[in-house]
């Protein structure tokens, strides 16, 4: 069974930092390209960033460009995403996914989701 695990949201004030983690398990993690998108209250599912299969590739949101980071580290199947500068604007749940880009909403693994509030 395919599980995403995420963690590390929080309450944040602007400006401050955070760093999600996505643990995966039931597949094998190489294999595959990972995703970070994200849902703000009252809003639709939101792209954040993207990594390939080996890491040497990302990409990333222009509303997240050189505020975030994506990572991941396959000798402990874990998926990261690193939140510098955080502006209230990135209060959402953020959902760690089992694909290049947005996905198949309904089909594409997702994991349960961390919350990350920024207010001051």
């Known amino acids: 069974e395919v599980q995403l695990v995420e963690s590390g949201g929080g309450l944040v004030q602007p400006g401050g930092s955070l760093r999600l983690s996505c643990v995966a398990s039931g597949f094998t993690f190489t294999d595959y390209a990972m995703s970070w998108v994200r849902q703000a209250p009252g809003k639709g599912l939101e792209w954040v960033s993207s990594?390939?299969?080996?890491?040497?590739?990302?990409r990333y949101a222009d509303s997240v460009k050189g505020r975030f980071t994506i990572s991941r580290d396959n000798a402990k199947n874990t998926l990261y995403l690193r939140l510098n500068s955080l502006k209230t604007e990135d209060t959402a749940m953020y959902y760690c996914?089992?694909?290049w880009g947005m996905g198949v909403p309904g089909i594409t693994p997702r994991g349960q989701g961390t919350q990350v509030t920024v207010s001051s």
């Open positions: 996914l089992r694909a």
């Open positions: 990594i390939t299969d080996s890491g040497t590739s990302t």
